[in-house]
């Protein structure tokens, strides 16, 4: 009987993630994956044109954006509508002539067949429906109360700079009903192709640094290439490769359908045999057939410090961050609230910031592409000039029958071709996001919680190898950082399951973070922030709170998924081995002052003040001492 017991245990497990996965599409709106996507509330699928004629005007000017080279552009929206109410809306466009679905065809979108779509000047108007979402929408009275009186109103939108052209549409019928009676002037960018956004990223190699940018120069148009090198020194080229990909590419919907978006071309090079600890500066090019070159502006970043250098070394890590508007767009405050706090704190600290994790649920896209642009010119600021490393979440990965560990939607049909595209991390396979990077004293092991981690999978041999392959020596602050949360989290959610984490999360791993002696875990997905205290199988071994020193005999477990999507709540029940909660708005920042000494710091974006901190002072034989499950086998040797 005794020989079928693991046999048993097994089919348990599996059978209690099976459940679990099961109930994910339910409980996702409930922890990591809540909240509406603002686009998807608009049932454009029914959207018709109502009556483009005289009983409503809209124009948008200036006509041309980025004159001066701007890539993004404050611009005014007039209208004027003889039947105004209180739901008319305006949704933009981009391209400006979106497309139709005439009434007696099925589909807007038929694969690899020819498509049947009417612009807005087809003479033809018998109600053909609209097949693509806004990129962007508000309400007509948001800024003129007496809007339903008058008819009249006058709206500030941002446009960024996406490759096309754009339009501004008015809507009756509010979000669930919604008939177009107006279109307006075409707005351009000076350039619509311009390379924009650049993102960086550590290489595979500590002295190498990756630069991706978006533009919508295909390899047949233009040459992509990055000038650079040491500030006020000789300037060298290095070539890029270009990546993109199309509506096939996609999963389901909406990304297939009317969230589709034309991505542009992404392009990456990589700057190799960077000197550490050095300010270097750089651009983007691109080299027209016809000789003529053209450049966005010059960014800079400093090189990272070799692996093991004793030096002053800075990262901030946070999840679940996702954008939001500036000019008040898609309904701002309901989705996102805390994106642009986030977006602003660390933009005011960069120069105290010399890495970035954001730990996945990267934009919440859900599918509507163009709001992967949105959110990569909302963060260029800061990935521009310092690593901006990501993780693999829910929001970017999960789609049902795709190979995904969680049989969901949350990606919204993107499937991780976005983010494996968007952002370069340094995977052997970028379509399996794990991946380990080292910046000076720190050792970095990323796991992807969308593919299986447990016991006798890649990822968990990945894992292993990661966290044996740190020289603590050299590197002493050892860091696991994943989306879902692996380890412990008393929010509302896990405390109802009963587990305080995913299934079979730290059953699997914690063996590991204990025997590599894992300083500190990471983890989003739970729209908070928790700080645990040293543990190891549900036991604190550490009483202290603030400042650790001496053996390294469990692993702190934090929860730092606040970076801006709606909050989580906790659970009432109160846990032993929970130290500090905070349902707010956050990020984590540890500093390395050496090889002996780290401060951990968490920041509230509202004001980017401390709230939470603690300190560790060890020297290298306390990560040698041994511990409980974290001593190597001995053997007779002398």
């Given at each position: ?35 509406e ?22 124009r ?31 949704g ?30 087809d ?5 053909p ?21 008058t008819?009249?109103a ?17 809507f ?12 307006s ?34 390899i047949?148009?233009?040459?992509p ?41 992404i ?20 080299r ?10 010059i960014?800079?970043?400093?090189s ?20 939001a ?28 910031i010399?890495?970035v994790?954001?730990i ?12 992967w ?16 490393m ?7 990965r ?18 991780g071709?976005?983010?494996?595209t968007?952002f ?12 380990s990077?080292?910046?000076?004293m ?11 981690w447990?016991?006798?999978?890649e ?5 292993e ?47 590991l ?11 989003g997905?739970?729209h ?10 549900n036991?604190?071994?550490n ?18 998924g ?11 029940e ?52 041994c511990?409980?499950?974290g ?8």
């Open positions: 009987m005794e020989s079928f017991l693991p046999s048993l245990r097994f089919f348990f497990a599996l059978l209690l993630l099976r459940c679990y996965v099961n109930s994910a599409t339910v409980s996702a709106h409930r922890h990591g994956g809540g909240g996507q603002p686009l998807s509330k608009i049932a454009i699928h029914k959207a018709v044109v109502h009556a483009l004629h005289g009983s409503a005007s809209i948008a000017y200036p006509l041309v954006l980025g004159k001066n080279g701007e890539d993004a552009q404050w611009l005014t929206v007039k209208l004027n509508c003889l039947d105004p109410s209180e739901d008319d809306w305006i933009v466009f981009s391209p400006a002539k979106f497309k139709l679905r005439r009434p007696q065809f099925a589909s807007c979108y038929r694969p690899n067949h020819s498509h049947s779509f009417q612009s807005l000047d003479p033809r108007q018998d109600a429906y609209i097949c693509s979402a806004p990129i962007k929408y508000k309400y007509a009275n948001e800024s003129s109360s007496d809007y339903t009186k008819g009249n006058s709206l500030q939108f941002i446009l960024i700079n996406q490759r096309a052209d754009f339009s501004f549409a008015l009756t019928g509010g979000l669930s009903n919604p008939k177009l009676v107006a279109v002037n075409v707005i351009t960018f000076s350039n619509p192709q311009a390379p924009l956004y650049p993102r960086l990223s550590q290489g595979k190699s500590w002295n190498e640094m990756t630069v991706t940018w978006t533009s919508g120069y295909s047949n148009e233009a040459v290439f990055v000038e650079w090198g040491l500030k006020g020194g000789y300037q060298m080229q290095s070539p890029a490769g270009t990546l993109t990909f199309n509506r096939n590419s996609m999963c389901s919907s909406p990304a297939r359908t009317v969230g589709w978006r034309d991505p542009g071309f392009h990456t090079s990589f700057l190799k045999d960077l000197w550490p600890n050095l300010l270097y500066t750089y651009k983007l090019g691109h027209l057939f016809n000789g003529s070159y053209v450049w966005s502006k960014y800079s970043f400093k990272s410090p070799f692996p093991g250098q004793d030096s002053l070394q800075r990262v901030v890590i946070f999840g679940d961050m996702g954008k508007e500036r000019d008040g767009s898609n309904e701002y405050n309901n989705y996102q609230p805390g994106s642009l706090n986030t977006t602003d704190q660390l933009i005011k600290d960069l120069d105290n010399d890495m994790f954001h996945g649920d990267i934009s919440y896209a859900n599918g509507y592409i163009s709001q642009d949105q959110f990569t010119s909302m963060v260029e600021p800061i990935a521009s000039t310092v690593p901006y990501i993780a693999s979440g829910n929001h970017e999960d789609t049902p029958g795709t190979g995904s560990f969680y049989d969901t939607n949350d990606s919204g049909g993107e499937c071709v976005l983010a494996e968007m370069y991390v340094p995977a052997e396979n970028r379509a399996k996001f794990w991946y990077t080292d910046y000076g720190f050792h970095f092991c990323i796991a992807d919680t969308e593919h299986d447990r016991e006798g999978s990822q968990y041999r990945f894992i190898n990661c966290l044996a392959s740190a020289d603590r020596k050299q590197q002493p602050w050892l860091i696991f950082a994943a989306h879902r949360v692996l380890g412990y989290s008393s929010s509302d959610f896990y405390g109802l399951q009963g587990s305080f984490e995913e299934p079979m999360g730290r059953e699997s791993l914690q063996k973070w204990q025997k590599y002696k894992v300083d500190i875990a990471f983890f997905h739970v908070n922030y928790e700080r645990t205290c040293p543990i190891y199988q036991q604190c071994v009483t202290e709170r603030s400042h650790y020193s001496g053996t390294v005999n469990g692993t702190i477990h934090v929860v730092v606040g970076g801006g999507s709606h909050l989580s709540p906790f659970s009432s109160q846990t032993l081995w929970s130290l500090y909660r905070d349902y707010d708005y956050g990020f984590v920042k540890l500093t390395a002052f050496n090889h002996s000494s780290l401060l951990f710091e968490y920041k509230k974006s509202s004001d980017g003040k401390v709230y939470d901190s603690f300190t560790i002072s060890r020297n290298y034989r306390d990560v040698l001492a511990v409980h499950d001593c190597e086998p001995t053997t007779l040797a002398q």
